[in-house]
């Protein structure tokens, strides 16, 4: 079993940096990418950024220039860096990871149960 665990979210005052972790853990025999969404109230997952094994990023074109995306793979650990966070930043950031099952051997997806960050002063 694969577990993906969260971290990092709460209130943040509009203008201020967040961060934002993802732990994988379990039967994972490799990280392929790891992804950040994010979901809004009443609103549809939308994606933020992503990174793949090799460090190559993609980012959101409507929040690019304000997050970064980083991962150690000795920890399977990311990382979401958020600047200049607005009011509509809230939302719930989920970490989706993407990998090679230790058992099975297949590639497969894994969601976290999400992180809340509240921008609000």
């Known amino acids: 079993q694969v577990q993906v665990h969260e971290s990092g979210g709460g209130v943040v005052q509009p203008g201020g940096s967040l961060r934002l972790s993802c732990t994988t853990s379990?039967?994972?025999?490799?990280?392929?990418?790891v992804g950040w969404y994010r979901q809004a109230p009443a609103e549809q997952r939308e994606f933020v950024a992503s990174?793949?094994?090799?460090?190559?990023?993609n980012y959101a074109g409507t929040i690019k220039g304000r997050v970064t995306i980083s991962r150690d793979a000795a920890v399977n650990t990311a990382w979401l860096q958020m600047g200049s966070v607005k009011p509509e930043d809230t939302a719930v950031y989920y970490c989706n990871v993407k990998g090679v099952n230790y058992y099975t051997y297949a590639e497969e997806e894994y969601w976290g149960q999400g992180t809340q960050v509240t921008v609000s002063s």
């Open positions: 990174i793949t094994s090799g460090g190559a990023t």
């Open positions: 379990g039967s994972i025999f490799s990280i392929t990418s």
